[in-house]
């Protein structure tokens, strides 16, 4: 059996901004880049055609955005505000990390988080003190798959050397994280499951 774990609100809990749309165009002009004065219906307005179920990194996002309006920027620009505009206070859940060790007794441990924001995972991993307890970290920004798609699932259980269906994911959101179920794994609910109980709950698995 392996065990993934959801991050953001399973594990750590982040201070996101109250208005991301504002938080991006603050870090583009301070960066020296023109924001339309309808940036808020822009960054609203879907700009990719994506698969469904299929990530698309918002600086990529961002980028398009900003091309709609006729204003020219370079991703690597978008990247660098989109990355400062999401640079967050993370503080990490009661249990976390004695959960992940738990789970780690029983087999390899895994990461799997939707994150459109490049290096966010990465930053809140180093600010929680979680970082190194993972086998294998995967993010719907990497791997271009969001959960509950099984794609995700696929590409953590590939990062594991497991198949799909031995995965015990554990996560927050009953839509995105339980999709774990449609590929033949098991879905734990933290807001069912504390996270102080997880060891007593996989002990119990059949």
């Not at 990719?48 to 091309?67: C, I, K």
């Not at 102080?196 to 059949?206: D, F, I, K, S, Y």
Request: charged content about 25%.
């Amino acid at each position: 059996m392996a065990v993934t774990f959801d991050l953001f609100g399973t594990l750590v809990e982040v201070e996101y901004p109250s208005d991301p749309a504002e938080a991006v165009a603050r870090q583009l002009e301070s960066r020296g880049i023109d924001v339309p004065d309808d940036w808020h219906v822009a960054y609203g307005e879907i700009h990719v055609d994506a698969p469904a179920g299929a990530e698309t990194p918002l600086p990529a996002h961002v980028a398009r955005a900003l091309d709609s309006r006729g204003i020219e920027v370079s991703e690597n620009a978008a990247r660098h505000a989109v990355v400062a505009a999401f640079d967050p206070v993370v503080t990490r859940r009661e249990g976390a990390l004695e959960a992940v060790r738990a789970a780690g007794k029983r087999g390899p441990v895994g990461l799997l988080s939707n994150c459109a924001v490049p290096e966010l995972v990465p930053r809140a991993l180093i600010r929680s003190n979680l970082r190194g307890e993972f086998d294998a970290t995967v993010t719907s920004v990497g791997c271009g798959w969001r959960k509950p798609h099984a794609k995700a699932f696929e590409a953590i259980a590939n990062a594991l050397g497991v198949e799909p269906a031995a995965l015990t994911h554990v996560g927050d959101d009953v839509t995105a994280d339980g999709g774990v179920v449609d590929v033949g794994g098991r879905f734990i609910d933290v807001t069912n499951t504390p996270l102080e109980t997880l060891e007593a709950e996989l002990e119990a698995e059949p």
